[in-house]
């Protein structure tokens, strides 16, 4: 992470030693163009830089979006920044002056914006026609709501997914944005691309425009839980399935401590250790009788309300119980298995999730921290051969 006061200057030449000279990963010679955004565009453009990927985030003079100090934000890891005022009578140009040497374009505009900019499907693919084009939005590119706005919560909403999560008789609870923007946004579009990509490489393949919306992918999740509907397996309420917090040996427990237990012990074979670990044995309610169902949770409940959260975690631990700690997001990364993994890494002074998922030939890692807005102009404006990008665009 660059320290306050660092020159622009000094910062750019520190990153791009670290972008060459860091391994690379199976994306290794795919360029992209991003046009900065916020959510789910950024974090999949992440995660195709993650894997070794040459993401180039055209960033807007000025900033927008939520405001996240560009210092700590993690979406924009592995990437270079340089500056385009799209607004500008040169701008469209620049970029498409990118697009001439790119694999990939990303954007998450509302529909009709990147056309209006003169950077739309058509403009690109005039100039590269092997371009995959990828869009992300939330209601997909038509429909009756596709110009309307919206987040995250209002496109699981619609899709069922939302109304699914929480306890009966009280309001649905929110899955931060990980369900919408990240599950059903992002890596949607990243599967979309890396498909359209191979289909652009084939023998007389080419470009494509990709449209991810996240309703469509949100959708997309629940399809077993709509196989399980039409079979009668799964009722249309909360809390009242296998899977929704419903079943006693599938949920969460409060500890006398006030932390959480989670207990996924769905298995016949894993629900005898549980209940024996548990200290009920031959008492508890035979599982798949589902009129005692609110006896045995009271029981499960009871029972963990009387050891502390790390009492527990050591009588389950290494056990096929299927129980588990409920850990912060600040705990997580001490946790021994994700340690000893190094599921989480260490980056300029961050303690950030690490590249997944892994590679045995071309591993990938964090090389380069949040990319700031314009600080790579002139390395980008040298590699992709771009003259019209001058370092006067650079950020201080």
């Known amino acids: 992470m660059a320290v306050a006061g660092e020159a622009a200057d000094e910062r750019a030449v520190r990153a791009e030693r670290a972008y060459k000279a860091a391994p690379v990963g199976p994306l290794a010679g795919v360029r992209v163009v991003e046009l900065a955004g916020i959510g789910p565009a950024p974090f999949a453009a992440m995660l195709l830089a993650d894997l070794g990927a040459d993401v180039v985030r055209v960033d807007r003079p000025g900033g927008g979006g939520l405001a996240v100090d560009p210092r700590y934000d993690l979406t924009n890891r592995n990437k270079r920044s340089v500056l385009v005022d799209l607004k500008s009578p040169e701008g469209p140009g620049l970029v498409l002056d990118l697009v001439d040497r790119a694999d990939v374009l990303i954007e998450g505009f509302r529909p009709g914006v990147a056309e209006r900019l003169g950077v739309g499907p058509a403009d690109c693919h005039a100039r590269n026609p092997r371009l995959v084009y990828g869009r992300m939005t939330g209601w997909g590119q038509e429909g009756p709501l596709a ?184 705990e997580a990364p001490l946790h021994p298995h994700l340690s000893a993994r190094s599921t989480f890494t260490d980056f300029g002074g961050i303690t950030q999730p690490a590249p997944a998922p892994r590679f045995s030939a071309t591993p990938a890692v964090v090389r380069g921290g949040p990319a700031q807005p314009g600080a790579d102009t002139a390395s980008v404006a040298r590699d992709w051969d771009v003259p019209g990008l001058t370092a006067k665009d650079e950020g201080a």
């Not at 699981?156 to 999560?165: K, N, P, Q």
């Not at 691309?193 to 425009?209: C, F, S, W, Y």
């Not at 024996?276 to 508890?284: H, I, K, S, T």
Request: hydrophobic share 45%; net charge negative; with cysteine.
């Open 147 to 330: 110009h309307t706005a919206g987040h995250d919560i209002a496109y699981i909403a619609v899709t069922g997914a939302l109304g699914m999560i929480g306890k009966p008789g009280e309001p649905p609870a929110v899955p931060a944005n990980l369900v919408g923007d990240y599950a059903g946004g992002s890596l949607y579009l990243v599967i979309g691309i890396l498909a359209a990509l191979r289909h652009a490489g084939a023998p007389g393949g080419t470009g494509q425009v990709v449209d991810a919306a996240i309703v469509d992918g949100t959708a997309h999740l629940t399809a077993m839980i709509h196989g399980m509907l039409a079979a009668g397996g799964w009722q249309d309420r909360r809390g009242a399935n296998l899977l929704d917090g419903g079943c006693p040996f599938y949920g969460t427990y409060e500890t006398s401590d006030g932390l959480h237990m989670a207990v996924g012990a769905l298995e016949q074979q894993f629900y005898d250790t549980f209940v024996e670990l548990l200290g009920l044995g031959d008492r508890a309610p035979a599982r798949k009788d589902l009129a005692r169902w609110g006896e045995l949770r009271e029981a499960v409940a009871a029972r963990f309300k009387t050891r502390t959260r790390a009492e527990w975690t050591a009588v389950f631990e290494g056990t096929d119980a299927c129980v588990a700690p409920v850990l912060s997001l600040r």
